[in-house]
T-cell receptor
Framework: AQSVTQPDIHITVSEGASLELRCNYSYGATPYLFWYVQSPGQGLQLLLKYFSGDTLVQGIKGFEAEFKRSQSSFNLRKPSVHWSDAAEYFCAVGSPASGGGADGLTFGKGTHLIIQP | GAGVSQTPSNKVTEKGKYVELRCDPISGHTALYWYRQSLGQGPEFLIYFQGTGAADDSGLPNDRFFAVRPEGSVSTLKIQRTERGDSAVYLC??????????????FGAGSRLTVL
């Protein structure tokens, strides 16, 4: 079964500084990879996704992520964070062999991003 | 509708009571998913519908939990004899077609259930 590890429970970054959130996955082949963001009282919003091709993917709100097969990682980055980026960030892995169900999408436990003024 | 709508947004109930949580997916989306998110955790899969049928209900924790989608659109998650451990945010998501892992799920804002 697939799994996702987000090693950092909390990260504090100063406004304007760069950001990197770590994500490692376990899957037998190349998975589909996603980053979602959840603001308080809001649903999960998709930031970006990787299915195949270019390993550096661009998303919304200035975020990008890089798929590194050798490290089984899909880290999320942003060059300069804004106070509005404070939220919970979830990495997720999906199975190309299965559309839905228990194998469809597995989430990490999330990283809580705090922005210091 | 334009997005996934979940009602109620908040539900407080007493231990042992029955609750229903409703999800109205994006119009035309055939796949519908229920996830449960406990405090400090990521969403955990409960059940997945393809059309009217439950294609995978392996995530339901026990037989107190049940979900239906009788007409292939709106879904209701039903919890009998609620326990304090059922307290969580219940998330619903839909996608155009669950047959492909490349489908992106669109999530609702969730229903926060508190069992006293």
């Amino acid at each position: 079964a697939q799994s996702v590890t987000q090693p950092d429970i909390h990260i504090t970054v100063s406004e304007g500084a760069s950001l990197e959130l770590r994500c490692n996955y376990s899957y037998g082949a190349t998975p589909y990879l996603f980053w979602y963001v959840q603001s308080p009282g809001q649903g999960l919003q998709l930031l970006l996704k990787y299915f195949s091709g270019d390993t550096l993917v661009q998303g919304i709100k200035g975020f990008e992520a890089e798929f590194k097969r050798s490290q089984s990682s899909f880290n999320l980055r942003k060059p300069s964070v804004h106070w509005s980026d404070a939220a919970e960030y979830f990495c997720a892995v999906g199975s190309p062999a299965s559309g839905g169900g228990a194998d469809g999408l597995t989430f990490g436990k999330g990283t809580h991003l705090i922005i210091q003024p | 509708g334009a997005g996934v709508s979940q009602t109620p947004s908040n539900k407080v109930t007493e231990k042992g009571k029955y609750v229903e949580l409703r999800c109205d997916p994006i119009s035309g989306h055939t796949a519908l998913y229920w996830y449960r998110q406990s405090l400090g955790q990521g969403p955990e899969f409960l059940i997945y519908f393809q059309g009217t049928g439950a294609a995978d209900d392996s995530g339901l924790p026990n037989d107190r939990f049940f979900a239906v989608r009788p007409e292939g659109s709106v879904s209701t998650l039903k919890i009998q004899r609620t326990e304090r451990g059922d307290s969580a945010v219940y998330l619903c998501a839909s996608s155009p077609d669950g047959a492909s892992g490349a489908n992106v799920l669109t999530f609702g804002a969730g229903s926060r259930l508190t069992v006293l």
